[in-house]
């Protein structure tokens, strides 16, 4: 990619003074309307601060990349400043960082998956050279940085000086397809020239697949790093090559003991001759398969992910339909068969009653076994459907169909003349009647009645025991803020309400409010107890808080995790209990202060007014600990928040 064509010189300063990050940001948004770039500054002005708000822009060694997507842009564009005085206010990934060089892309809305990404990408792979970066730094005039934009020649020179004649591919992917995806990237790579091996990475994210890896290094490779956390796409593909499997986030701790474990691996056992119709071949576990504990693990974060979409699609097109008719009377047109308000709630229904368990069968299936696996995984969610088995039937459809399949494309492997064939008939047609006749007629009452016992006992529960369950999934929400046992909690909720009981999402949704209004209330009750930057993330917190968001106390828990964690479990936990035991019900699937008005099982504003007051009184006891405990902290210490600000 060329980025001067997406800049010029009258877009760039060098040696620029600003008091603060917002005056940095309101100077390049102007830069971009006065070049003719944009159609009116103050919405991408408001795109790019509303950006601000959901994470870090700013990254390590002095970098900021600030961005906005708005229909206020002409074209895709960036404006660039240098800074004599680094700013200190930056939110970033590296705590310490002083932000000296801020880059303002500017994105139409209609490029937010293409151009966006592509550009970021671009940069991040580029700045995490310490070479070009510096070579931007030290520019004394707009001419000059310009002219510096596309020179990479001393990069090229650098990775011509390898020590070792060796090769390691490597895949990314984490379920956002953003962020981790691409600094694991860059992580390898930089680790890769250090130590003299030629790293190439490909990056399976929100674009699609980018730097495929080619038939020549596919042949050339020694070995391959896969750090993902939701399914490889393709993996047949290395087959022959001694493997590393480890999660998306582990080559920005180590990715230099990762390349070497990958080496050891090669040397150890070396590759195999590559096959173009090699096909799906499955690697043995010396060559790195991947621990059956890890593939349940990813098979199920893989099924959420992908169910995470149509959960939210469906729930709100449902909300609104129920919302519609409550605010202007139209019940009658809501229950009208063929009416437009029932269409409405039929498709939002239509995608949680009918797709949801389906895609979730599905692609656990697709997380083990790859694309062979999903034809027989769709089958094994309808059959779940048919058998009444609900979210159980589906996580246990998504299974069989995964390792049958696994199991299948060992002892049936595509090669010859029939590969296509084998790929494209026996695999899914075979898989389909394989474990769809399992579904249906082998573990199909078993299950329903598993089904039905986990319905009965979910509504049996009251007091004491609706409020240990509450409790308990409280402080599952809290305990990792999206993490895995966050997850957990969530597959367990979207089960019982698939199943009839819709009390364990009422928690759930009220819970996820008390982690972010907790750290904004901290970060202004106890001001002098937090850094400057704790208290500019403490501002935004609560409006991720009012969308049932948990992760904007992330850099909270990251800083003191024996402090935070405890402090946020104590409060949600008693906002489960209290929900639980009012038996406040919700049946569709929203997150925040959205789902105020759906609340069952008492009068609407007796149980609206209980499910808040949970999460408000949750997050007066949650704010209330970290003060004290931070205020403890800082005791202990015998340290101020203004030595915290100075380091």
């Not at 600094?183 to 495929?212: C, P, S, T």
């Not at 339909?321 to 229950?335: K, R």
């Not at 209330?521 to 106890?526: R, S």
Request: aromatic share 8%; glycine share 10%.
């Amino acid at each position: 990619m060329l980025l001067q064509a997406l800049t010029s010189p009258s877009l760039i300063s060098t040696g620029e003074s600003f008091q603060s990050k917002q005056e940095a940001i309101r100077y390049l948004v102007d830069q971009l309307g006065d070049a003719g770039k944009l159609t009116n500054k103050e919405d991408f002005f408001q795109a790019v601060l509303d950006r601000e708000k959901l994470s870090p822009t700013g990254f390590e060694g002095g970098l900021a990349i600030p961005h906005g997507k708005s229909a206020s842009v002409k074209e895709a564009a960036f404006a660039i400043a240098t800074l004599k005085a680094p700013l200190t206010d930056w939110e970033s990934i590296d705590p310490n960082n002083k932000v000296q060089l801020v880059i303002l892309l500017a994105i139409p809305e209609s490029e937010a998956g293409s151009t966006h990404l592509s550009l970021l990408s671009e940069f991040v792979t580029r700045l995490s050279k310490e070479s070009y970066k510096n070579g931007l730094l030290q520019a004394k005039t707009n001419t000059e940085l310009f002219e510096r934009l596309d020179k990479t020649e001393d990069v090229q020179a650098q990775a011509a000086e390898k020590k070792l004649d060796k090769t390691v591919l490597a895949i990314t992917a984490c379920p956002a397809g953003i962020a981790h995806t691409y600094m694991a990237a860059e992580a390898l790579i930089k680790a890769g020239k250090e130590m003299g091996v030629d790293v190439f990475v490909e990056k399976q994210g929100a674009n699609g697949i980018e730097d495929r890896h080619t038939t020549k290094l596919l042949k050339k490779a020694d070995a391959i790093i896969y750090a993902n956390d939701v399914a490889v796409k393709e993996e047949e593909r290395f087959a022959h090559l001694p493997k590393v499997k480890t999660s998306v986030a582990a080559p920005l701790r180590n990715a230099k003991g990762l390349l070497q474990e990958a080496l050891d691996k090669a040397e150890k056992n070396p590759k195999k001759e590559y096959s173009p119709d090699q096909g799906s071949a499955s690697a043995d576990e010396e060559t790195g398969e991947k621990p059956f504990k890890s593939e349940i693990k990813d098979s199920i974060l893989t099924g959420i992910s992908y169910i995470i979409p149509v959960i939210v699609a469906g729930g709100m097109t449902l909300a609104a339909a129920v919302l519609i008719s409550q605010a202007f009377g139209l019940q009658d047109v809501y229950a009208e068969e063929g009416s437009w308000l029932w269409l409405l709630r039929q498709l939002g229904g239509g995608l949680l009653g009918q797709l949801m368990i389906p895609i979730l069968a599905a692609y656990m299936a697709y997380s083990i076994a790859d694309k062979p696996a999903l034809g027989p995984g769709f089958a094994a969610g309808v059959a779940a459907n048919l058998i009444g088995s609900g979210f159980l039937g589906g996580m246990l459809g998504g299974f069989l169909a995964g390792f049958f399949l696994k199991y299948l494309k060992k002892k049936v492997q595509p090669k010859g003349t029939f590969a296509g064939f084998i790929s494209f008939w026996v695999y899914p047609v075979v898989g389909t009647l394989v474990v769809g006749s399992i579904m249906l007629f082998v573990v199909g009452e078993p299950l329903a009645l598993l089904n039905q016992g986990l319905i009965n006992w979910l509504d049996s529960l009251s007091g004491a025991n609706a409020i240990l369950l509450g409790a308990i999934l409280g402080a599952m929400v809290s305990f990792d803020l999206g993490g895995p046992v966050n997850k957990a909690a969530y597959t367990f909720c979207i089960g019982a309400m698939a199943s009839g009981n819709i009390v364990p999402y009422a928690a759930f949704a009220s819970v996820k409010m008390v982690s972010a209004f907790s750290v904004t209330g901290a970060t202004i009750i106890g001001k002098k107890y937090f850094t400057k930057q704790e208290q500019e993330i403490g501002k935004q917190t609560w409006l991720l808080g009012l969308a049932g968001i948990t992760e904007g106390a992330i850099p909270f828990m990251i800083n003191d995790p024996l402090r935070v964690i405890p402090s946020l479990i104590a409060g949600s936990a008693v906002t489960g209990a209290i929900v639980a035991y009012f038996n406040i019900g919700l049946n569709v699937p929203g997150a925040g202060i959205f789902s105020l008005a759906l609340v069952q099982g008492q009068p609407i504003f007796i149980a609206a007014s209980i499910w808040l007051g949970a999460a408000l009184l949750g997050a007066l006891i949650s704010m209330v600990l970290l003060i004290a405990t931070r205020k403890s902290k800082l005791k202990k210490d015998g340290s101020s928040v203004q030595t915290q600000d100075a380091a």
